[in-house]
């Protein structure tokens, strides 16, 4: 679509004075996971109430209990005795369709169900995202690099959907793809670039709480921090959906806002370094880099507009077309790796129709 100087300026502005995205300029972040399994689904090794224990006992906000086509109430958990009151289960689901197309339904009313009869898989994955609006909840597609399941062209057509998992911490997902297939940030670009509005996740998908390792699926490996206005299910929900919060594997941030036409980063560097202690963490291997930190602005196509060495760093929109989304690195050399490297990805801010549009709902 074809826009005149005039109304470019124009959306920089509203965008600039009435949307936060890309994470939100107040620095109250909620701590979640919107994917963990319990015994319930038959190949995890844990009851709800132990899950939900450990997300208690390491300091989040809120918990998805998303099982494989089946709803578990949150009432219907037993809850840490030691409960904290900035903690929340939000009800979900995994909706786990043919061909292996699965979502999150986030924030349902109860079990969403499904038409197994549809072979399109952008058809599967638009009955899912109407399904779950039938049961007041939002969808999350996940890990579309899962035997590589799901393309850009899979999810374009799908109307409705704003959020999918850009990182899931399942060792068998393929984030990063492979010399044939685009990792799951390269296929964010693609649906970006050709106009989609679409948030990234990270995630557990955690189905291990008893062993520890590399090879197993554990928790504490990826997840979102929301800025909401305050901590209930419905809040949490629509901050996300329109792009409130930003996804994380280890890298905390101070800032993550849009404001007055600049987009700003602040990492957290006391808080990443505690982080990265963690046992539960893993990084990627990567084969060379620079230690230390790196923040990128990357805008259509993948292209890195701008970039920084530094745990602090602002761009310009008006040196941006459609829309410009953050990336920050930390990698350090570890025993036994010659490098990994962790991340957190703030949201895009568009600079294009898409910022007028209303997503909240």
Partial sequence: MMMTKRTLQLSILLASLLFFQSCAQR???YKGNTHAHTVICGHADSPP???TQWYHDHGY???ILSEHNHFIDPDSVIMPENLRDNFIL?????VSGPKIVHTTAMNIQGLVSQRKDLEVKAEIIQDHVDSTLSKGGHTILNHPNYIYTVSAADIMPVNNLYMFELYNGHPLVNNAGDSVHVSTEVLWDELLTAGMTIFGVSSDDAHYFATMDSLHSNPG???VMVNAPKLSGDAITAAMNRGDFY????????QCSVSRGVYRVEVDERATEDELTSPELRGEHIEKGDLGYLIEFIGPDSKILASSRSSIASFPLSS?????RAKVSFRRKTEGVELEAFYAWGQPTFMDERSLSDKSQ
Wanted: cysteine-free.
């Fill in 61 to 63: 906000n809120f918990l």
């Fill in 90 to 94: 939000i009800p979900g689901e995994e």
């Fill in 221 to 223: 490996r990826g997840w």
């Fill in 320 to 324: 941006a077309s459609q829309y410009v």
């Fill in 49 to 51: 109430e132990v899950v």
């Fill in 27 to 29: 620095t109250i972040w």
């Fill in 247 to 254: 996804a994380s594997n280890g890298v905390i941030l101070k």
